[in-house]
């Protein structure tokens, strides 16, 4: 192992101030492991802390990235839940092992890496042992980089609170890593799937996935196109990745007794509901921030279990970031992954 590697660092906010530096490898101290990082999966909330922190301050020099594979290659004092050679993924919420998130009424939970942590995004971390879990034995690095945010965000809202059945009508928006691992866990779940796009040709790459619908939302009112597929039953899932004024679509189109997670802020942290449709129809709204420890783990069994692979867009070397950002930025069907090398 060579005693300096190459990270990434911003010592003020936007994309100009993105640099990538040699610094020394990192030890890992009490309780901590030092893991050789083989990729970094991207989301498209790093574009907004590396914009501006997403209202939050930054410790500066700041590394962005939350979602890590690798390797551990040393442990610290004290660290016995992880061992030299196990292949591991990070934790997006560290902190949060189970149940209910901390926080109270104003102070929100929020401390992630990437954010009020460091974040991944060098080609080596040492982090506290507690942060990371065993990544699934049937992916490959790349693949099982994708998993700590989006894959457990859909999980989360559609397993974890959501009680994801066969037979169950899932409607995912659009087509980012979020949308097409919902399409994934429902099809695994035995679930009618249905897809809502601006893209006909990304429409037609989810068909390709076995998306059952699949409806072009530039082409007229998409909640009426499905009501008018499912005979009028609408979905009992609804994965609302847009945010802002779309959750009001989301509600329309929910099928009696349906279950709603909202994700996405894409259009905007703020939003109105039509409140009779969201009362008499007896809705669930859930409110998915990623998850926690515990529905990672439940989530890397599953994916072993029924062979589940993530969708990954492009592949980038880690000296290519920005070339990265500008690709999730323009809009990534499924994942955007970052290679140190």
């Keep these: 192992m060579n005693d300096r590697m190459r990270r990434w660092e911003m010592d003020s906010y936007g994309r100009p101030a993105l640099a990538m530096r040699q610094v020394p490898v990192p030890r890992p101290g009490a309780g901590e492991v030092l893991v050789k990082v083989a990729a970094v999966a991207l989301n498209f909330r790093d574009t907004r802390v590396i914009a501006d922190g997403m209202g939050a301050p930054l410790a500066f020099p700041f590394t ?177 990745l847009a945010g802002g004024a779309a959750l009001g679509r989301a509600v329309e189109v929910a099928a009696i007794g349906g279950r709603i997670a909202q994700i996405g802020i894409i259009e905007g942290f703020d939003a109105s509901l039509p409140l009779g449709p969201l009362m008499l129809k007896q809705l669930t709204l859930n409110g998915i921030g990623v998850g926690h420890r515990r529905s990672l783990e439940d989530l890397v069994r599953a994916v072993d279990a029924t062979g589940l692979k993530p969708v990954i867009d492009a592949r980038y070397g880690f000296e290519d970031l920005p070339a990265a950002l500008d690709h999730l930025e323009r809009g990534a069907f499924g994942k955007i992954v970052v290679t140190p090398g």
Aim: hydrophobic share 45%; aromatic share 6%.
């Design 64 to 240: 962005p990235g939350s979602d890590l594979a690798g390797t551990v290659v040393a442990v610290g004092e004290g660290a016995t839940r992880l061992a030299v050679g196990d292949k591991v993924i990070s934790t997006f919420f560290p902190d949060w092992i189970d149940g209910l998130p901390g926080g109270d009424s104003a102070r929100l939970p929020y401390e992630a890496l990437g954010g009020a942590y460091p974040g991944v995004l060098a080609e080596y971390v040492a982090l506290p042992q507690a942060w990371l879990v065993h990544a699934p034995r049937s992916l490959n690095a790349e693949e099982a980089s994708t998993l700590p945010c989006a894959g457990l965000t859909a999980w989360f809202g559609l397993v974890e609170r959501g009680g994801l059945k066969a037979g169950d009508t899932v409607l995912v928006e659009g087509t980012g890593g979020v949308a097409l691992f919902g399409l994934a866990l429902a099809r695994a779940h035995g679930a009618r799937t249905i897809v809502v796009s601006g893209s006909a040709a990304k429409l037609e790459r989810t068909r390709e996935l076995g998306a059952d619908i699949a409806i072009d939302r530039t082409k007229g009112d998409w909640v009426a196109a499905v009501r008018a597929a499912t005979s009028g039953y609408g979905a009992d899932h609804v994965l609302a």
